[in-house]
Nanobody, 123 residues
Framework: QVQLVESGGGLVQAGGSLSLSCVAS????????MNWVRQAPGKEREFVAS????????YYADFALGRFNISRDNTKNTVYLQMSSLKPEDTAVYYC????????????????WGQGTQVTVSS
């Protein structure tokens, strides 16, 4: 049984930082690209960042460039999302997701999803 468990969300003031983690189990972690996706209330889910199996390639949404950093530790089956200079518009539930697809930008191809962690940025 595959499980992805996010943690690290919370309430932070604008301009602050948060670090999210996602621990995977039940899959060969190094065989999957790992991704972060967010969904704000009343909005569609939104791609945040993606990191390939060996961290060779990394992709960010435009809003994440320069503020967010995705990383992974294949020895710990964990993917991270470090977020800084947070803005109120970053408020959302953040999900990690795993895909074996080579097109890691296609959210519809993500096979496994976590339950999400809430990030709230106050102004």
């Amino acid at each position: 049984q595959v499980q992805l468990v996010e943690s690290g969300g919370g309430l932070v003031q604008a301009g602050g930082s948060l670090s999210l983690s996602c621990v995977a189990s039940g899959l060969t972690f190094s065989g999957y690209a790992m991704n972060w996706v967010r969904q704000a209330p009343g909005k569609e889910r939104e791609f945040v960042a993606s990191l390939t199996r060996s961290s060779t390639y990394v992709y960010y949404a435009d809003f994440a460039l320069g503020r967010f950093n995705i990383s992974r530790d294949n020895t710990k089956n964990t993917v991270y999302l470090q977020m800084s200079s947070l803005k109120p518009e970053d408020t959302a539930v953040y999900y990690c997701a795993a895909t074996a697809s080579r097109n890691s930008l296609n959210m519809d191809a993500y096979e496994y999803w976590g339950q999400g962690t809430q990030v709230t940025v106050s102004s």
